[in-house]
């Protein structure tokens, strides 16, 4: 859908409601960050327009075909107010989701405005060296203050950093102390700048801890509430009439597939939104020469897994189950398809950052010692035996061959990191190039960035190490334990019903429907809450997991349907 057909839908929308919402100022400044064209005011008119007509459009088809019923008006309501919270919810969810991203990249952003103080004392060509080597989000607000101070006097880092300082005070500390290390001797020069990186990564290491610790009792009460107990609960339905109650397949359906479902993405996007700061996987672009434009490969994929899916389960296990196993099955073959290019860049681009900081001590030492970068590339090369060591190698290659300078031999069209979609890895081929120019002196300087890219390393390998147990917790769920206790359970209450009917209201298969539309939803909510505290919401990384996600939940769902079976 184009942007000029959706925002002709937003203006429709907007004319329904004859009432005017109250002013909502964090949304407007949501849509500000996000850049957005609409008014705060028209959205929220929208969301209320989209509300009425959805919950119309609900409410007439189900009094009619099922009546007054209290299911009915159940999801009717959901949906109209979940059609209302989008309008007001999704846009302060992607603008938290885009700024915690551009903050995670606030460690590497002071330490190259540190590194260039460090050859050259000067705050606007720091400032400026940060912004130009840099991409993203936190890049392009640093270089606009960089533009708009120019000819000023200043160099754009306060304005800048005050600009972001309520979402991460230890940015505007950190860059304080670089601007003020500008007028300083050359021993307190260095103190501070030491200082800098100490508090950036500190204040990135203390923030996430204190988030890790609070968002551990949400997440265990969304998985106990959200997961175990509507799980539980599917065994005790063919119960229900022994105490008078006959539960409908309409109430089941209401309950599980769409009351349930809404709740936990509530629940995931509250999550979400709380994370302070994320360290995002590479973006792959789509005009990467390794990540396939042709789509035809992933839905042959999926086509071919979900024509195996609906003939081997419906013939193996029960006929209802093809209406679960095939359409799961066959997207999440097409997405881990789709997006497997882009996620094998990425793991390539992970193996080039892991040795970056030793590739940056041999240079460093050596420029220390007198020798040119040039020459101390060539020696490292020696020395890394891994995929880092095979960029420098490929860098000093084009550098004898076609007498590329430094930069050239790394970030030209046909450079070593022309492939490789890294930002920490062309920062660092951005810093060589300076040190080629600035020669021995800027030997301390590589050195101190590699001691420092190793110390960032590790506080990502921190930050997510605390959240594992509980992504670990909600992966493991979404792919395992969820499908595994639901088929259990199904096949449990089909049991109990086949012994003896209690309630004549709902069908096993009726019941095998409900749980494993409910099933393979907790696969896809599930999966995306643990990747977004993990990682933050990457469309690649996102959509492949998801996709195995979705695969392993539905292989998972009929292997406990048939093995619980075998039991009872």
Not at 184 to 189: L, W
Not at 288 to 312: Q, Y
Not at 356 to 379: F, H, K, M, N, Q
Request: hydrophobic share 50%; with cysteine; glycine share 8%.
């Amino acid at each position: 859908m184009t942007a000029p057909t959706v925002a002709g839908s937003v203006r429709a929308l907007a004319r329904v409601p004859p009432w005017t919402p109250a002013d909502d100022p964090d949304l407007a400044a949501a849509l500000a960050f996000l850049g957005w064209s609409v008014e705060s005011e028209t959205l929220l008119r929208a969301g209320d327009g989209a509300a009425v007509v959805v919950g119309a459009g609900l409410a007439i088809p189900g009094v009619l075909a099922f009546g007054v019923a209290p299911a009915v008006a159940a999801v009717v309501l959901t949906a109209a107010l979940g059609a209302a919270a989008t309008a007001r919810y999704l846009p302060r969810l992607l603008a938290t989701a885009r700024r915690t991203r551009a903050l995670g990249q606030a460690p590497g952003l002071v330490s190259r405005a540190v590194l260039r103080m460090r050859l050259s004392p000067t705050p606007e060509t720091a400032a400026a060296f940060a912004a130009e080597t840099g991409t993203g989000r936190l890049a392009e607000s640093l270089r606009a203050h960089v533009d708009h101070a120019t000819g000023s006097g200043r160099a754009g880092l306060s304005a800048f950093a005050d600009e972001w300082a309520e979402w991460f005070p230890a940015l505007r500390r950190a860059l304080t102390l670089v601007e003020s290390a500008g007028d300083a001797p050359d021993v307190e020069r260095e103190r501070a700048l030491d200082s800098a990186l100490d508090v950036t990564l500190e204040g990135t290491r203390e923030t996430m801890a204190d988030f890790a610790a609070s968002v551990r009792g949400p997440a265990t009460a969304l998985y106990a509430f959200g997961v175990l107990l509507p799980l539980a609960l599917v065994a005790l339905l063919p119960t229900a009439g022994t105490v008078g109650i006959e539960v409908s397949v309409l109430t089941v359906v209401a309950g599980y597939d769409v009351l349930l479902p809404a709740t936990l993405v509530a629940a995931s996007a509250w999550l979400i939104a709380r994370r302070p700061v994320a360290f995002p996987p590479p973006e792959v672009p789509r005009s990467h020469p390794d990540v396939r434009e042709r789509r035809w490969p992933a839905v042959a994929a999926g086509c071919l897994t979900a024509a195996v899916a609906w003939v081997v389960t419906g013939r193996v296990v029960a006929t209802w189950t093809a209406f679960v196993v095939t359409p799961a099955a066959g997207l999440g073959a097409a997405l881990v398809v789709a997006y497997r290019p882009a996620t094998a860049v990425r793991e390539r681009v992970q193996t080039v950052e892991a040795d970056l900081a030793d590739g940056l001590y041999l240079v460093g030492r050596e420029v220390g010692r007198g020798r040119s970068v040039e020459a101390a590339l060539d020696d490292a090369v020696e020395v890394l035996d891994s995929p880092t060591g095979e960029v420098f190698a490929d860098a000093t290659r084009q550098q004898r061959q076609l007498r590329a300078g430094v930069r050239e031999s790394f970030l030209g069209d046909h450079g070593a990191l022309a492939t490789v979609p890294s930002e920490r890895a062309r920062s660092t081929a951005e810093l060589l190039a300076v040190a080629a120019s600035e020669g021995k002196p800027a030997g301390p300087a590589i050195v101190s960035m590699a001691d420092h890219l190793d110390d960032l390393q590790g506080v990502e390998r921190a930050v997510r190490r605390d959240l594992r147990e509980v992504t670990s917790t909600l992966s493991n769920t979404a792919t395992v334990f969820g499908p595994l206790v639901g088929g259990a359970t199904v096949t449990l209450a089909g049991r109990m019903s086949a012994d003896g009917p209690l309630t004549s209201a709902v069908s096993s298969s009726a019941l095998g429907l409900a749980v494993g539309v409910y099933v393979v939803a907790l696969a896809v909510i599930l999966t995306v809450l643990a990747t977004g505290l993990e990682r933050g919401l990457e469309r690649s990384l996102v959509g492949y997991r998801v996709g195995r996600a979705l695969l392993s939940a539905s292989t998972v769902f009929v292997v406990g349907l048939g093995t619980t079976r075998l039991f009872l």
